[in-house]
């Protein structure tokens, strides 16, 4: 238990990035599997709309991961590479 106040302090600073660290993971790792759902749609049915609504979850999940990485929630590496891995499979359908 802290004893003196910047440990206290410090323990509600810890608490409020940890909450903010899981939400850009998490919704970074929900997005991922919205895009990998759409991606599987536009397979079966190769229409206009599924392939603009795969865009959409994909432009989303790189907005929330340069988000992220802008607060040192992603390392930029990291980051570039979940990129890079989606924007592959985007490519290769």
Known sequence: MANNKSAK???LINKRNRLQNRFYKTSVRTLTKLFFKSIDIYKLEKTIENKE????ILNSVYSLIDKGTKRNVFHKNAAARKKAKL???FKVI
């Open 9 to 11: 302090k410090r323990i």
């Open 53 to 56: 609504k795969s865009q959409q």
């Open 87 to 89: 924007s592959l499979i």
